[in-house]
């Protein structure tokens, strides 16, 4: 198994490009919202408080942290942290449009934009996205993100 910084290294070799980059620091964390979004409004019958029902997103979510968890503990703590802002978020448009279905018309919007610029912000770096080589590397996308958040606070991966 790579270690995270190998995945992040190899991450990195088709994302050296400045505006490509920025993209990428927009997009990814989008993509990974709507993702969030778009499981957050498949309600399962289970009531885990008034009003509020277990997602597909709250079952993902943990598989996704012990994902992060087998690369690097301080990454995954920052992406499970991110993960529950996600969700937080999720309820919370859930709430003020009423609807699971207003949610995921949002996240599916969302999502297709974001997609669109990340293929545009590789069309200017002129290197083909990394899941092409291995689907892993939409796992490794985020933490691509966080470990540059990591390096700007002071924080090691």
């Known amino acids: 198994m790579k270690s995270i910084n190998q995945w992040l290294d190899e991450y990195a070799v088709s994302h050296q490009n400045p505006t490509n980059k920025m993209v990428h620091f927009v997009c990814v964390p989008v993509i990974f ?16 408080a008034p009003n509020l029902y277990l ?10 942290a012990i994902y992060y968890f087998t690369l690097s503990v301080p990454l995954a703590i920052g992406m499970v942290l991110y ?3 996600c969700l937080v978020l999720c309820e919370v448009i859930r709430r003020a449009t009423g609807s699971y279905g207003y949610l995921a ?19 200017v ?3 083909k996205p990394s ?3 291995d689907l892993q590397f939409l796992m490794i ?7 540059f958040i990591y390096k700007k ?5």
Do not use: N, R
Request: charged share 10%.
């Open 125 to 127: 770096e002129g290197k």
């Open 141 to 147: 996308g985020p933490a691509w993100i966080m470990s």
């Open 83 to 85: 993960s529950a802002l």
């Open 105 to 123: 018309l949002i996240s599916l919007g969302l999502f297709v934009l974001a997609w669109i610029a990340q293929f545009w912000g590789h069309k």
């Open 55 to 64: 997602t597909v997103a709250d079952i993902v979510t943990v598989l996704v």
């Open 33 to 48: 919202f709507t993702v969030v979004g778009l499981l957050y409004s498949i309600k399962l019958p289970i009531e885990i």
């Open 131 to 133: 899941f092409i080589k």
């Open 153 to 157: 606070i002071g924080l090691s991966i």
